[in-house]
Nanobody, 131 residues
Framework: QLQLVESGGGLVQPGGSLRLSCATS????????IAWFRQAPGKEREGVSC????????YYIESVKGRFTISRDKANNTLFLQMNSLKPEDTAVYYC????????????????????????WGQGAQVTVSS
């Protein structure tokens, strides 16, 4: 079973940057997509960005395009999320997740996550954007 461990969260001022990491173990070619989700207090969990394990195609939701970058280090089985120009509304617990069921789903160039199709989840990392 895939294990995912997030790190790199913290408190940052608006306009600042953070880089989240997700260390994985047990990753196999069965996994089609690796993604970042987030959940703010009182809100549903939402997908943020996804990267294809087959060709490294990446997708983002509209609200983070141009600010967030997803990437991965294949040699070290680590997923990253570089977050720049952070806003208070980015405050949430961020989770990495992987799916053996669906690839990165997208619509008109934007990430269109199917949360229920993700089978493996990390424990989450808190990101707080506040002055």
């Amino acid at each position: 079973q895939l294990q995912l461990v997030e790190s790199g969260g913290g408190l940052v001022q608006p306009g600042g940057s953070l880089r989240l990491s997700c260390a994985t173990s047990g990753f196999t070619s069965d996994y089609l997509a690796i993604a970042w989700f987030r959940q703010a207090p009182g809100k549903e969990r939402e997908g943020v960005s996804c990267i294809s394990s087959r060709d490294d195609s990446s997708y983002y939701i509209e609200s983070v395009k141009g600010r967030f970058t997803i990437s991965r280090d294949k040699a070290n089985n680590t997923l990253f999320l570089q977050m720049n120009s952070l806003k208070p509304e980015d405050t949430a617990v961020y989770y990495c997740a992987a799916s053996t069921i669906v690839p990165c789903t997208h619509y008109r160039g934007s990430y269109y996550p199917t949360l229920a199709r993700y089978t493996d989840w990390g424990q989450g990392a808190q990101v707080t954007v506040s002055s």
